[in-house]
């Protein structure tokens, strides 16, 4: 079946270090990816997304790029900050699959960032 | 706007005991879904629905069940609690291809 694998953390870097968060997938057909962030007490927000390969999202200063060649979509940013601490998702929705968004998760990144 | 709401927030129950879940969103999305969260396992699908009227089963549906009578509410019930279930239950809205927007979640706990 569909499946989206992270890296373990927690991850714990100093502020302004650069993230990497690596995140594979295996699927049937043509997925969307997405990165999702949990902060703290809170449900999850979407971070970025890419629906076809050589896509990059990027938002808040976040990117990442739809590999279609090792089936991965890596999550980086330049220089982290604080207020980024939170659990990262990354996630797939199979294109054609029906109208419903579904989407398979993998089981979440904790990045904690001290000054 | 207040997006997506969940209510309650937090519920400690027995085993056997029943409850219901509501989840409410002002977005007129046609779309809507139950997750579980638990430590280590991301989240998963539960049950959800493509329009008013309508569910279905998701990837881990025993247990529990749905019911959307109005476009804008999906509650979740449980109708006889085991501690397998205790998680943090997460709701979600969407348009057909959209993103996906989340509630702030129901953390239960099944002594």
């Known amino acids: 079946g569909d499946s989206v694998t992270q890296m373990e953390g927690p991850v714990t870097l100093s502020e302004e270090a650069f993230l990497t968060i690596n995140c594979t997938y295996t699927?049937?057909?043509?997925?969307?990816l997405f990165w999702y962030v949990q902060y703290p007490g809170e449900g999850l927000q979407l971070l970025l997304k890419?629906?076809?390969?050589?896509d990059k999202g990027s938002n808040k200063g976040f990117e990442a790029t739809y590999r279609k060649e090792t089936t991965s979509f890596h999550l980086e940013k330049g220089s982290v900050q604080v207020s980024d601490s939170a659990v990262y998702f990354c996630?797939?929705?199979?294109?054609?699959?029906?109208?419903?968004?579904?989407?398979?998760f993998g089981t979440g990144t904790r990045l904690q960032v001290t000054l | 706007n207040a997006g997506v709401t969940q209510t309650p927030k937090f519920r400690v129950l027995k085993t056997g005991q029943s409850m219901t879940l509501l989840c409410a969103q002002d977005?007129?999305?046609?779309?809507m879904y139950w997750y579980r969260q638990d430590p280590g396992m991301g989240l998963r699908l539960i049950h959800y629905?493509?329009?008013?009227?309508?569910?279905a089963k998701g990837e881990v549906p025993d247990g529990y069940n749905v019911s959307r009578l109005k476009k804008q509410n999906f509650l979740l019930g449980l109708e006889s609690a085991a501690p397998s279930q205790t998680s943090v239950y997460f709701c979600?809205?969407?348009?057909?291809?959209?993103?996906?927007?989340f509630g702030p979640g129901t953390r239960l706990l099944v002594l």
């Open positions: 629905s493509v329009g008013e009227g309508t569910t």
């Open positions: 977005m007129n999305h046609e779309y």
């Open positions: 979600a809205s969407s348009y057909s291809y959209e993103t996906q927007y």
């Open positions: 890419a629906t076809k390969a050589d």
């Open positions: 699927a049937t057909g043509y997925p969307s």
């Open positions: 996630a797939l929705r199979l294109v054609g699959t029906g109208t419903a968004s579904k989407l398979t």
